[in-house]
């Protein structure tokens, strides 16, 4: 338990180096949201095999490294209703926002950009907002 | 070609820092989201390791003038922030509290999600092709 902050670290060092390759050498903002909204409303054809690839690495290597090494869990314990609303509320708030925690957080707030920085602070305040309501009021997650 | 493999690399290690930092497993993303109950600090580990190397990336740019495969930098971000910046960030926010998955990790976690999380990803896909309505909707109200 103590040394879950050194994966959290560990991991975070390697999604940073993940966005470093996609800005350096494909010269793109590694964000989930835009990679994954792009393919699904057919915007953007020119990237559309390249969003593709993206996305297939995604899955494939946490499908593997679950195979190989330790059974992935997301333990998502939501109510299906609320599953649905909370994926529908996550899909258009971050395209409205143009971002989501890759795209603002981290891509955003590595170069200072303020709408990072505000989108993050919102995101955040809503999802303590949630928690607060639907654990700790509602005891519904 | 080379494009398609990097961004296929950069997904695939992507992919692989949200496996090892914990960043699909809900609860640990509840906990860190959760300030008024077992607050757990892990994920600011996860984005301070993540914004780092990034941090470094942005001032090699400056540098190297465009990407290795010939493409120009991303311009800098709009000063402009917007009445949608800031609902849909909120609207994103309160929907990651309620399941504790945001895009990276619902896509991330397809093979061992469950049902559960398929049902979540494709509820999330459907708010995608929803958002141009929701944002001419706003763009009225707010005009």
Redesign the interface.
């Known amino acids: 338990m103590q040394a ?2 050194v ?24 964000g ?2 835009g990679i ?2 792009e393919v ?2 057919g915007s953007n054809r020119p990237r559309r ?3 593709m ?11 593997l ?2 195979l190989m090494f330790a ?8 109510a ?1 209703p ?17 971002g ?3 795209g ?8 200072l ?4 920085i ?15 309501v ?3 009021i509602l005891g519904v ?1 | 070609m080379q494009r398609i493999v990097f961004a296929a690399l950069s997904g695939g290690l992507f992919g692989a820092g949200l496996f090892l930092s914990g960043m699909t497993d809900t609860r640990k993303v509840q906990g860190w989201l959760d300030i008024f109950g077992q607050w757990d600090p892990t994920l600011a580990f996860v984005l301070g390791g993540a914004i780092l190397p990034m941090a470094i990336a942005w001032r090699i740019t400056a540098k190297m003038g465009r990407a290795r495969l010939g493409d120009a930098f991303p311009p800098p971000p709009e000063p402009k922030l917007g009445h949608n910046l800031v609902i849909g960030s909120t609207l994103f926010g309160f929907g990651w509290g309620i399941a504790g998955l945001c895009p990276g990790p619902a896509v991330a976690s397809l093979s061992y999600g469950g049902l559960g999380g398929l049902i979540f990803l494709l509820a999330m896909m459907a708010g995608m092709l929803g958002t141009p309505a929701l944002r001419a909707r706003i763009d009225r109200l707010a005009a």
């Open positions: 879950e902050w994966w959290g670290l560990a991991g975070g060092l390697i999604i940073g180096i993940a966005a470093v390759m996609f800005l350096l050498i494909n010269g793109r903002i590694m989930a949201s994954v909204g699904v409303d095999a390249e969003n690839a993206f996305i297939a690495g995604l899955i494939g290597v946490p499908a490294a679950s059974k992935g869990d997301t333990h998502l314990g939501a299906l609320l599953v649905i609303l909370a994926g529908l509320l996550v899909g258009a708030g971050t395209r409205l926002a143009n989501c925690t890759s603002h957080g981290v891509c955003g707030m590595s170069r950009s303020l709408r990072g505000v989108a993050t602070v919102f995101y955040l305040l809503g999802g303590g907002l949630a928690v607060l639907f654990r700790h997650i």
